[in-house]
């Protein structure tokens, strides 16, 4: 390449016909140029740019690819050197490639090391750093691990000695294990010491004394982190991650007490510091939160801390109850203002102690959105109700009398606080009803299962707001009526409209018309013309079509048309990673036919290799498949895989239970007790406020599920 001219021959190159992330890469070649311009901010934009198109969000490209020499020929001439370094090290380390083979990218990287490796010798200490990191992303090992064993004995300025033991520990992790070990004593920086203790860790080196006094006196730490390793942004919190992760009891027992020192310790960032790996140690381990909530709650030296890790408190729920008095002090401060740092903490102890929370939430409501928001989505383990408190009652149903003053989610928030109630909220019925026709979505099914145990005049009261919202056509309001009066004229006629209208409440007008079982069989007409209305391989359209058919099937028994429709869907989300919960959703539908479903079942059988759709394929193969065709330890197997995955969990309790435990084998047994009482977390993925909480249930699920097994086998 002529780096006088890194960019010759850039315009034969067919770049119209390739394609990034946002369609044709007709526009690389004008990037490629700007970065070679002598305007920054032209070029500050074009790098910007080509990281969106070329490496967005870590996915690599065809245009991508075609890029790679040009990048390097740019970089090699000194056109903002480490900036391209770094694209081309992310570019390489993509496992996420669109549209070429896997590996492409990274090879084509890697063939042209003879350009880059000089770069490791370059004299500005930035560009030999960048260097190591992307080259070492190559993996092409017998090319790049000598080069950076050579640069190891030369190297003197810290960052860049640091990231190239960061590279031969990801080239060669017992090498680099011995050059960490070298490298541990206080004698030396401690950027470098900061990689010698990954370096460690990613070789399995056991976690010894030495690391772990290194590790403290490292501390303050996020300053040592390197910005080329964004997973590692927070050095305390990985390093109890990768502790965490080897499932060890005596390395669990080392993380705790690192977590415990940070946050025992008279600096405010150390203990910030241990706050972050606290969280992730709770996030991460069962036995966390047991261990670490006295700690926690010694860290909160004021009201900024105590903000600080309310969050977390909030998401431990009760097993944070040690340090409801931090809290409580700062929750109930200004319940007349707006307050974010009272609110934080009040959030918190919504999940931590509802029964404290609940009257001061009623104090403040108006000017607590976020304890709102915890109080209406309040779920436990037991999937429990926020606690009742008869002030709280008055003041939902003086905030529910002033419609206008509400905003945002505040209606669905303060409906479902009354819904969860039950009989207790009837007081709230006059409220309830004068909402109907504003916030039917809110207010119908809310009057349904507040009025179904209230005395006869409110329950009377209830059924007259409910049919008049109904003769006007609101669905919700039909549903409601019928859930509580039994009324099914207003809801048939409801859901005849909203199917006849191809409305976006059509898939709700099916799920509810399926409920109805064959009292709904005057509704079949319309769910086969909405049926033929539909089209498109979007997630709506498939789920949509989905519902249609499993409500056809329970108004019609119209097996042979359902079975066409679901094999429709499954042909349509064939390949479509966006389309996998519609894989899901279709596969229980084809659990409800039984044998008449039988032929799905090659269908079925593709989906258990996708962790995601394994447990509801599993219970529909056991409906509609031939039993003695049907391999039960192998679906136990599937969806055994499925849980340990953090695919589909729940699910695939479901499914072990559907299947019986005359499917699994002592393994599966064992592996089923992990999932009951293993220190990790199963779930460790999701929204974050509810990971915990769902790990719990799952716990829970588990135990009950084995504890049946278990009693089963007994003679």
């Known amino acids: ?246 499932g060890l009891r005596a390395e669990r027992k080392m993380a705790f007490a690192l977590v415990e020192a940070a946050l025992h310790d008279s600096r405010a960032e150390v203990r910030g510091e241990g706050l972050w790996a606290a969280d992730r140690a709770c996030v991460l381990s069962r036995s966390a939160p047991r261990h670490l909530v006295w700690n926690l709650r010694a860290a909160a030296v004021d009201d900024e801390a105590v903000v600080d890790m309310a969050s977390l408190l909030g998401r431990l729920g009760s097993a944070a109850a040690p340090a409801a008095d931090i809290l409580a002090p700062l929750a109930g401060r200004n319940l007349d203002q707006d307050d974010d740092h009272a609110d934080r903490a009040l959030a918190a102890l919504v999940g931590v102690v509802p029964s404290q929370a609940a009257p001061l939430l009623a104090a403040g409501l108006g000017q607590r959105p976020r304890a709102l928001d915890a109080a209406a989505g309040f779920r436990s383990a037991a999937d429990s109700a926020f606690s009742y408190s008869g002030e709280l009652l008055d003041a939902v149903r003086n905030r529910l009398s002033r419609p206008e003053s509400l905003s945002g989610n505040e209606p669905w928030q303060l409906t479902n606080l009354l819904a969860g109630w039950g009989a207790k909220a009837a007081p709230a019925l006059p409220e309830l009803c004068a909402g109907l026709l504003h916030l039917p ?79 709904g069989a005057a509704l079949a007409p319309a769910l086969r013309a909405a049926l033929r209305g539909q089209d498109g391989d979007t997630t709506h359209a498939l789920d949509t079509d989905t519902a249609l058919a499993e409500a056809l099937w329970s108004v019609a028994g119209d097996a042979d048309g359902v079975v066409a429709v679901l094999e429709s869907v499954f042909a349509r989300a064939e390949g479509n990673p966006w389309s996998r919960w519609s894989v899901v959703r279709a596969a229980r539908a084809a659990a409800l036919l039984g044998p008449a479903g039988r032929p799905l079942t090659a269908r079925l059988e593709a989906a258990l290799a996708d962790g995601t759709q394994a447990p509801a394929a599993v219970r529909a193969l056991a409906a509609v498949a031939e039993p003695a065709l049907l391999d039960r330890t192998a679906l136990a197997e599937a969806a055994l895989r499925s849980a340990e995955q953090d695919a589909d969990p729940m699910g695939a ?19 089923l007790a992990a999932l009951a009482d293993g220190d990790a977390r199963i779930i460790c993925s999701g929204v974050e406020d509810r990971i915990i909480d769902r790990d719990e249930a799952l716990r829970k699920r588990a135990r009950a599920l084995l504890s049946a097994f278990m009693d089963a086998a007994a003679p």
């Open 441 to 519: 979505g809110q207010s119908a099914q809310v009057i349904a299962s507040v009025a179904a145990d209230c005395a006869p005049a409110d329950r009377a009261r209830a059924v007259t707001s409910l049919r008049a919202a109904a003769e006007q056509g609101v669905l919700p309001a039909a549903k409601a009526l019928h859930d509580l009066d039994g009324e099914l004229a207003p809801l048939l006629r409801c859901l005849d409209q909203n199917l006849g209208r191809g409305s976006g409440q059509l898939r709700e007008a099916a799920l509810i018309a399926g409920s109805l079982g064959t009292r």
């Open 1 to 246: 390449m002529d780096l006088v001219h890194p960019l010759h021959g850039l315009d034969t190159r067919p770049w119209s016909s390739l394609s990034h992330a946002y369609g044709s890469a007709e526009d690389v070649p004008d990037l490629l140029r700007a970065l070679t311009g002598a305007d920054a901010d032209v070029a500050d934009e074009a790098l910007s740019e080509l990281y969106g198109s070329v490496l967005h969000q870590g996915t690599v490209y065809a245009a991508s690819r075609e890029a790679v020499p040009f990048l390097v020929g740019i970089a090699a001439a000194g056109h903002r050197t480490a900036d391209i370094l770094t694209l081309l090290g992310g570019m390489a380390e993509s496992e996420d490639e669109y549209g070429v083979a896997l590996g492409t990218v990274r090879a084509a990287v890697a063939d042209w090391l003879p350009l880059l490796l000089p770069l490791l010798s370059s004299p500005d200490p930035g560009v030999r750093r960048t260097t190591a990191w992307a080259v070492s992303h190559t993996r092409a090992t017998e090319i790049v691990l000598p080069a950076l064993c050579a640069r190891w004995d030369e190297e003197s300025e810290p960052s860049a000695r640091a990231e190239v033991l960061a590279g031969i520990a990801r080239l060669d992790p017992q090498g680099g294990a011995v050059a960490a070990a070298a490298v541990l004593d206080p004698s030396q920086p401690a950027e470098v010491r900061m990689a010698a203790v990954f370096a460690s860790l990613d070789a399995g080196v056991p976690w010894t004394e030495a690391m772990h006094t290194t590790m403290l006196a490292l501390l303050p730490a996020d300053s040592l982190s390197s910005d080329l390793d964004l997973e590692r942004g927070e050095p305390l919190a990985a390093v109890v991650e990768a502790l965490l992760t080897r």
């Open 653 to 671: 309790c479901d499914a072990l239970e559907a299947l019986g435990p005359d499917a699994l084998t002592d393994d599966h047994l064992s592996r």
